[in-house]
């Protein structure tokens, strides 16, 4: 493992997490990858992934690449077992939560990362804690927590809140599975590698929280580069809502600088104000040539909508993809062909419906 800020190495083990000498979150180094896909999903890439004893799989990854358009895709995350693109990192995860011995595990969540720890948990036999901001989670999300049997630890406070008591006072007990866990990173590259085998790509657009999916993808193309897959990366395009957008605002003031901010928005799987990944996140995006940007809830809610009557339903937080694309689209600042990552299924969300006025006729 390589610390991404200062370049120490460290020994690989589930535990490593910081960098010990900056403090920097590690990275998994994968020197000279070969790529020979076999079978299907994300274990289908097994060549360029850790190696548990046991992989604990619900067969995650192998989803859609939906054309819109000539020149746009949509990477239909939604169809993963749980939902979202988590399932691909919680295989690897929990696999390896499970070959070190852990009995327990622990999240902190906006919603989506619980729902697959749950059903990952559960089909490991592990016992799973799930640190949930109150009163901001969707509800799709929390049942899928409830019916797999997950803890809830009700944080009065958000996400942000909810990763700091996960790191001060449960990740000496249970296995922490946040994206600052390297190795669920590891299964989340898999996004990048399952594009490479159906398209060439110019531009990828990827909803941005924590910012670890969208570091996961550019190390999946990287590694494809140096495996001699791809002659180079795609420009990668981060999108935050507009009132939980502390690295788009740091982007917009050229300033490689975090400052926190108190998040609000709609999509509440991205309400994060102090995403962990934003260092090697910034380092990634910059060397692609692309860019962070923000979106309004309006344009999210709009785009869910015009993306659900092309017949995609989309959570919140990946339909900023399409506002960000619009808006790109529009001022004829992306040239080539696109990806949005719509990482989550709109059914996670029902409540974000009643916003839509139902056409209803009374027949009887
Ligand atoms: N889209 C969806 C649907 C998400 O659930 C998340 C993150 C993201 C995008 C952003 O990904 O954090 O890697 O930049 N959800 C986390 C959770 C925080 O707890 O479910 P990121």
């Given amino acids: 493992m390589r610390c991404p800020r200062c370049g120490a190495e460290v020994p690989p083990s589930p535990l490593s997490f910081k960098c010990p000498r900056c ?11 070969i790529i020979k896909p076999k079978g299907r999903g994300v274990w289908r890439f097994s060549s360029i992934l850790p190696q548990p004893r046991t992989k604990i799989t619900l067969g995650e990854g192998c989803t859609p690449l939906i054309r819109l358009r000539s020149d746009l895709l949509l990477k239909f995350e939604g169809a993963n077992p749980t939902g979202s693109f988590k399932d691909r990192g919680m295989t690897v995860g929990v696999s390896i939560a499970k070959a070190a011995g852990a009995s327990s595990l622990v999240v902190a969540s906006t919603g989506n990362t619980a729902a697959s720890a749950a059903a990952y948990g559960a089909a490991a036999g592990l016992e799973v804690k799930v640190a949930l901001p109150d009163g901001h989670v969707a509800a799709g999300k929390l049942a899928q927590a409830i019916v797999h049997g997950a803890t ?30 390297p190795w669920r990173l590891e299964g989340q590259k898999t996004i990048a590698l399952e594009i490479i085998e159906e398209a060439r790509i110019d531009n990828v657009i990827v909803p941005v929280g924590n910012a670890g999916n969208i570091y996961a993808i550019w190390k999946g193309y990287r590694e494809a580069m140096e495996a001699g897959l791809v002659e180079s990366i795609p420009r990668l395009i981060g999108v935050q809502a507009e009132g939980a957008s502390p ?16 998040p609000e928005t709609v999509a509440s799987a991205i309400r994060i104000g102090k995403p ?42 990946s339909a900023s993809t399409y506002a960000a694309y619009l808006r790109l689209a529009g001022s004829g600042e992306l040239s080539g062909s696109t990806v949005l990552i719509a990482t989550g299924h709109g059914l996670k969300d029902p409540d974000a419906v009643a916003r839509y006025l139902p056409r209803i006729i009374e027949v009887y």
């Avoid at 923000?294 to 092309?310: F, G, P, Y």
């Fill in 276 to 317: 962990v990944n934003w260092f090697r996140a910034w380092r990634a995006v910059k060397a692609t040539g692309g860019g962070f940007m923000k979106v309004s809830d309006e344009e999210i809610i709009n785009a869910q909508k015009a993306l659900a009557r092309m017949g995609i339903f989309v959570e919140l937080a």
């Fill in 247 to 262: 690295i788009a605002s740091a982007w917009a003031m050229g300033r490689e600088e975090l400052v926190p901010v108190k």
């Fill in 152 to 181: 809830i630890l009700k944080i009065r406070g958000n996400f942000d809140e909810a990763l700091n008591y996960v790191l001060e006072k449960e990740a000496g007990r249970s296995y922490p599975l946040n994206s600052f866990n």
């Fill in 23 to 33: 403090g920097e979150l590690l990275d998994a180094v994968i020197e000279e990858p």
